[in-house]
């Protein structure tokens, strides 16, 4: 293991970096280094007319080194599948070793003949590790600029096929109530039950051979787009002055959406630009530039930048869209010792189709601090959920080392309000339901206002009669 210094920490510190000795890539570079001190030493001894058996050691040895050129990876190779393939099978591999035994011993003997030889072997190793230092320094500037050549590719590409949809920058508009209102079991052009993707939550982790300097001051943007307006549906959005501080113990980023469920039936795009805030804004670093387009999994890891970020979500299947309207305290106060959660889940609706999906986190206030408005609402940091049509909504709330849980059946559309205790406080859910939104074409054929009437529609000319005169 080496250990090296470089300024890619927060704001710009010194921060300790490790990776792995790479033993194949480092033995060949030695040898050849060796084999010039031989042949060095080798012309020093002709010119002193030293002992013929130093010059024929020598030159020998050199030979050894050149039957061995082609060979080294096998030798230093430690995966013991090939080991015991080298050493049951190949007959070579005795003797390779034998000959690396006799390299040592005529290496033992040079240390005598050469003055400072061991010395010129120690200082090779050094500058080898040396050039190690800058080869993994470019490596991070290669892949930082090959991330962002990339996303301003992907920008381009957006900006050239979708411009008539808005700016890149601009978030979705859509409301996740769009359909609240309909009567039950009425068909409305638009709406549909349809695959949606939960994300539960965004974790920032080290990268093996980056080492973070904890805790991190992370900001940036996080955001989904699907086919329904592709338009940024925003999971994280914090400015450089809004900074969110990672720590090791909670590393995961405070998620703030999506505004309304997120359509999978079709691709769905993950972009992610987080950076690191240093002293001063010359000194921030890239954490990671990325545009994915997501696939079938469960979960993903995405290895980018400085650090990796995990993902975790899921895919459900005819589901609905339920907004969390509000939690009020009607009745007493909440017990915010021990700090406040409200946790949400999706059920199933038939217990053969297994357990319930993760939990979204919709409130988790720090010890000692009530996050209410003056109305008695708690302040939630997400409030769109997708819930599968023939399952339910799950509502914990954590407070003062009390726990209590509310259940809402899914429905097509309306609202659903219930009630529960925590001990002399009272707290009132509100959950409106909606159907999902297949896109914002078909709400304009719908005669729906166009969410983006007033971008692309051109200005038509008043014409204005005068009076006559």
Same mark, same amino acid.
């Given at each position: 293991?080496?250990?090296?210094?470089?300024?890619?920490?927060?704001?710009?510190?010194?921060?300790?970096?490790?990776?792995?000795?790479?033993?194949?890539?480092?033995?060949?570079?030695?040898?050849?280094?060796?084999?010039?001190?031989? @042949?060095?030493?080798?012309? @020093?001894?002709?010119?002193? @007319?030293?002992?013929?058996?130093?010059?024929?050691?020598?030159?020998?040895?050199?030979?050894?080194?050149?039957?061995?050129?082609?060979?080294?990876?096998?030798?230093?190779?430690? +995966?013991?599948?090939?080991?015991?393939?080298?050493?049951? *099978?190949?007959?070579?591999?005795?003797?390779? =070793?034998?000959?690396?035994?006799?390299?040592?011993?005529?290496?033992?003997?040079?240390?005598?003949?050469?003055?400072?030889?061991?010395?010129?072997?120690?200082? *090779?190793?050094?500058?080898?590790?040396?050039?190690?230092?800058?080869?993994?320094?470019?490596?991070?500037?290669?892949?930082?600029?090959? @991330?962002?050549?990339?996303?301003?590719?992907?920008?381009?590409?957006?900006?050239?096929?979708?411009?008539?949809?808005?700016?890149?920058?601009?978030?979705?508009?859509?409301?996740?109530?769009?359909?609240?209102?309909? *009567?039950?079991?009425?068909?409305?052009?638009?709406?549909?039950?349809?695959?949606?993707?939960?994300?539960?939550?965004?974790?920032?982790?080290?990268?093996?051979?980056?080492?973070?300097?904890?805790?991190?001051?992370?900001?940036?943007?996080?955001?989904?787009?699907?086919?329904?307006?592709?338009?940024?549906?925003?999971?994280?959005?914090?400015?450089?002055?809004?900074?969110?501080?990672?720590?090791?113990?909670?590393?995961?980023?405070?998620?703030?959406?999506?505004?309304?469920?997120?359509?999978?039936?079709?691709?769905?795009?993950?972009?992610?630009?987080?950076?690191?805030?240093?002293?001063? +804004?010359?000194?921030?670093?890239?954490?990671?530039?990325?545009?994915?387009?997501?696939?079938?999994?469960?979960?993903?890891?995405?290895?980018?930048?400085?650090?990796?970020?995990?993902? =975790?979500?899921?895919?459900?299947?005819?589901?609905?869209?339920?907004?969390?309207?509000?939690?009020?305290?009607?009745?007493?106060?909440?017990? =915010?010792?021990?700090?406040?959660?409200?946790?949400?889940?999706?059920?199933?609706?038939?217990?053969?189709?297994?357990?319930?999906?993760?939990?979204?986190?919709?409130?988790?206030?720090?010890?000692?601090?009530?996050?209410?408005?003056?109305?008695?609402?708690?302040?939630?940091?997400?409030?769109?959920?997708?819930?599968?049509?023939?399952?339910?909504?799950?509502?914990?709330?954590?407070?003062?080392?009390?726990?209590?849980?509310?259940?809402?059946?899914?429905?097509?559309?309306?609202?659903?309000?219930?009630?529960?205790?925590?001990?002399?406080?009272?707290?009132?859910?509100?959950?409106?339901?909606?159907?999902?939104?297949?896109?914002?074409?078909?709400?304009?054929?719908?005669?729906?206002?166009?969410?983006?009437?007033?971008?692309?529609?051109?200005?038509?000319? *008043?014409?204005?009669?005068?009076?006559? =005169?």
């Amino acid at each position: 293991m080496v250990q090296t210094q470089s300024k890619i920490g927060d704001g710009g510190k010194s921060v300790s970096k490790q990776f792995n000795e790479l033993p194949v890539n480092n033995s060949i570079p030695i040898a050849e280094s060796v084999r010039n001190k031989i @042949e060095e030493a080798e012309a @020093e001894t002709v010119r002193a @007319e030293v002992v013929p058996r130093v010059s024929f050691k020598l030159a020998l040895l050199s030979r050894q080194f050149d039957d061995l050129w082609d060979n080294m990876c096998q030798l230093v190779s430690t +995966e013991p599948k090939f080991l015991a393939i080298c050493m049951l *099978i190949r007959e070579p591999f005795a003797h390779y =070793c034998s000959t690396l035994k006799f390299i040592s011993a005529v290496f033992d003997r040079l240390g005598q003949w050469v003055p400072d030889f061991r010395e010129g072997l120690e200082l *090779i190793k050094l500058n080898l590790d040396r050039d190690k230092d800058v080869e993994v320094e470019d490596v991070y500037e290669a892949t930082k600029v090959a @991330e962002e050549y990339y996303f301003n590719a992907y920008r381009r590409d957006w900006e050239c096929r979708r411009s008539n949809f808005g700016s890149f920058e601009d978030p979705t508009l859509l409301s996740p109530m769009y359909f609240t209102q309909i *009567i039950p079991g009425h068909t409305e052009v638009g709406a549909e039950l349809g695959r949606t993707m939960q994300v539960y939550s965004i974790k920032v982790a080290e990268r093996e051979g980056f080492t973070l300097e904890w805790p991190l001051k992370v900001y940036g943007v996080v955001a989904a787009r699907d086919v329904v307006d592709y338009r940024r549906n925003l999971l994280f959005l914090r400015t450089r002055d809004d900074c969110q501080i990672l720590t090791t113990e909670y590393p995961f980023l405070h998620l703030t959406g999506p505004s309304r469920a997120i359509m999978s039936k079709d691709t769905v795009t993950i972009e992610v630009h987080l950076k690191l805030k240093g002293t001063v +804004e010359s000194k921030d670093t890239t954490l990671i530039s990325k545009a994915f387009d997501d696939y079938d999994g469960v979960s993903t890891c995405l290895l980018r930048g400085l650090c990796d970020i995990d993902l =975790c979500y899921d895919h459900l299947e005819q589901s609905h869209q339920a907004t969390i309207l509000g939690v009020r305290v009607v009745k007493g106060s909440l017990p =915010c010792d021990n700090g406040i959660k409200v946790i949400c889940s999706t059920l199933p609706g038939d217990k053969t189709e297994g357990s319930g999906s993760g939990h979204v986190l919709l409130l988790d206030s720090q010890a000692g601090k009530m996050p209410m408005s003056k109305e008695r609402y708690l302040d939630l940091s997400r409030q769109v959920v997708s819930v599968k049509s023939r399952g339910s909504l799950e509502i914990l709330m954590q407070a003062g080392g009390i726990s209590q849980s509310v259940v809402f059946p899914t429905k097509f559309s309306n609202v659903s309000r219930k009630s529960c205790k925590l001990g002399d406080c009272e707290v009132q859910i509100t959950v409106a339901w909606s159907l999902l939104i297949e896109s914002q074409h078909d709400i304009s054929v719908n005669g729906s206002v166009h969410p983006y009437a007033w971008e692309s529609i051109p200005r038509m000319p *008043i014409m204005k009669l005068a009076d006559a =005169c």
